[in-house]
């Protein structure tokens, strides 16, 4: 992915933007190119949509898939499944070592 590409993303918890000083709400959706958006899903504000994505496939493939993740990626993944309304598989993977 390009770092000037801009992609959306879901706001987790409502911040508000350091550049322009507008107040982003839970639930809405952001705008922001990689560099951006990285750094707001490192932070825990954004929703990172590739996981996102991973979490629609089935119970095997998200094991699957969780094994290869960098260990933040496999925290976000956890929160972001904790906080959705879905399965809690990936919870049963536990914490990376």
């Known amino acids: 992915m390009e770092v000037s590409e801009i992609q ?3 706001v987790l918890k409502t ?9 982003h709400r839970q639930g809405t ?4 190119n990689y560099e951006r958006g990285n750094k707001l ?5 954004l929703d990172n949509p590739s996981l996102s994505k991973l979490l ?3 119970v095997s493939s998200i094991k699957k898939e969780a094994e290869n ?3 933040d990626e496999r925290k976000q993944l956890i929160l ?7 399965r809690k598989s990936i919870l049963a993977l536990g914490e990376p070592p």
């Not at 959706?29 to 922001?32: G, L, N, R």
């Not at 899903?41 to 504000?45: D, R, W």
């Not at 972001?80 to 879905?86: N, T």
Request: hydrophobic share 25%; aromatic share 12%.
């Open 8 to 10: 959306t993303y879901k």
């Open 15 to 23: 911040f508000r933007d350091k550049d322009t000083l507008s107040i």
């Open 29 to 32: 959706d952001y705008e922001a």
């Open 41 to 45: 899903i490192t932070s825990g504000f």
């Open 56 to 58: 629609t496939e089935s």
């Open 69 to 71: 993740l960098k260990s």
């Open 80 to 86: 972001l499944e904790s906080q959705g309304k879905a």
